[in-house]
């Protein structure tokens, strides 16, 4: 884990309240659910950040090349998948 620095929040009094109480329904510490909660954001939104990075890559690729698949073809394909068939994706065209 490295080295653990202690970070300061500043909460209402009701969401301090409800923090509380689910801490003691669930039978963990506020500092447990704080820390998981934060974890699971960053998380979250490292995952969020990566998309829209190979978003923007791939967006770019499309306007350097204009490569592509059509609706029609990615949902006929989709469709393949759902139904339990092995289907090949279509191929890129421009």
Sequence with gaps: MGVVRPVTIKLDEELSERLQALAKTQD???HWLLR???EQFVEREERREALRQD???AWEAY???GLHA??????A???RLEAGED???PE???
């Design 28 to 30: 963990r510490s506020q």
């Design 36 to 38: 998981k909660a934060i």
């Design 55 to 57: 978003t923007l890559k």
């Design 63 to 65: 306007q350097q090349e």
């Design 70 to 75: 059509t609706f029609e073809e990615v949902d």
């Design 77 to 79: 394909w989709l469709a």
């Design 87 to 89: 289907a090949e994706a």
């Design 92 to 94: 890129c065209h421009k």
